[in-house]
């Protein structure tokens, strides 16, 4: 039966190993010469000329951080060399009593086991599943940090009364156009001056009168609306309420014409709405009314100045 060598356990960094082994294979501490605590100023006994040798390539590297319980690398290799500054303690090393010095502090030994512990977990197989628990935990951390953010609603930013009366403008006038454009759409086309006899007749009169109504009624329900903002005109919205306005007057006018035209057959009426002085009106309001809407958009636009200290 072989013999089976009693474990030993290094001085230095705790390590266990065979007790048949000269030097812990964890730091390569001299266990047969570790008869005496080593000075301030000087290696552990068993490491000549204050340098470690490195167990992978035989480099020699100054032992200046590893006595301070520091990480060091090879200089050759670049592996890492930690060798721990000692357990000032008493222990058993092979079959010997050995009393070491006490008198460091105690943050010294705690960095020593703690330097031990981070070695031996480097050898251990437990390394990679450990590894990979802190990744998923990390990755876990960062998905739930993000989730909170994206759940965590964001106080909205009270508006200016000029930019709600903005945003109330722009959106009335986008329902304008795109109520006009039905009713292009609707009646087959722009109805054109000369056109009176073709929108009046049996076939098409219908359709001209129903589209007709409808866009009168949009627009004289914007109308309404206009009306009923008069109270909340902040303070220089007031000519852009006014061009609003009056745009929408023209507008009502224009398809009362129309429909009046058809509906009593009477062309008078109709050519009316095609009038140059009508029509004109009918550019010119709606020209003013957007230069107005511009001005406004560049006043609610306007970056807001912070306040300087006098």
């Not at 007790?19 to 501490?29: E, I, P």
């Not at 599943?129 to 964001?154: D, E, H, R, T, Y």
């Not at 009270?158 to 304008?176: G, P, V």
């Not at 009046?260 to 095609?274: H, L, P, T, Y």
Request: charge should be positive; glycine fraction near 8%.
């Amino acid at each position: 039966m072989p013999r089976v060598l009693a474990q030993q356990e290094c001085p230095r960094c705790d390590n266990l190993f065979p007790g048949g082994l000269k030097r812990c294979t964890a730091c390569g501490l001299d266990v047969t010469r570790a008869s005496s605590a080593p000075d301030a100023a000087s290696p552990w006994p068993g490491f000549d000329r204050g340098v470690i040798e490195c167990n992978s390539c035989g480099y020699s590297t100054p032992d200046d951080l590893a006595r301070r319980g520091r990480i060091q690398k090879c200089g050759q290799c670049a592996k890492t060399l930690y060798i721990p500054s000692g357990l000032y303690r008493s222990e058993q090393v092979v079959g010997r009593v050995v009393n070491f010095n006490s008198s460091r502090p105690l943050w010294w030994g705690l960095t020593d086991r703690i330097g031990a512990a981070l070695n031996r977990f480097s050898r251990s197989k437990a390394r990679l599943p450990m590894a990979l628990l802190i990744v998923v935990l990390g990755l876990g951390l960062l998905f739930g940090l993000n989730w909170f953010k994206n759940q965590s609603q964001k106080l909205p930013e009270e508006k200016s009364a000029i930019s709600t009366y903005y945003d109330k403008a722009l959106s009335l006038n986008k329902s304008l156009k795109q109520a006009e454009s039905e009713y292009d759409i609707g009646i087959g086309g722009l109805p054109q001056v000369g056109e009176f006899a073709d929108r009046a007749s049996p076939e098409k009169r219908t359709r001209f009168l129903r589209g007709t109504e409808r866009v009168l009624k949009q627009v004289e329900d914007y109308l309404y609306q206009v009306q009923m903002m008069a109270a909340e005109v902040p303070p220089g919205a007031e000519n852009h309420y006014a061009k609003l306005k009056t745009k929408l007057e023209e507008r009502q006018r224009y398809y009362a014409r129309l429909k009046d035209g058809v509906e009593g057959k009477n062309e008078a009426r109709w050519k009316e709405a095609f009038s140059p002085t009508n029509q004109n009106l009918v550019r010119e309001t709606n020209m003013s009314e957007e230069q107005a809407l511009n001005q406004l958009q560049a006043q609610v636009l306007k970056p807001v100045q912070p306040a300087t200290r006098p």
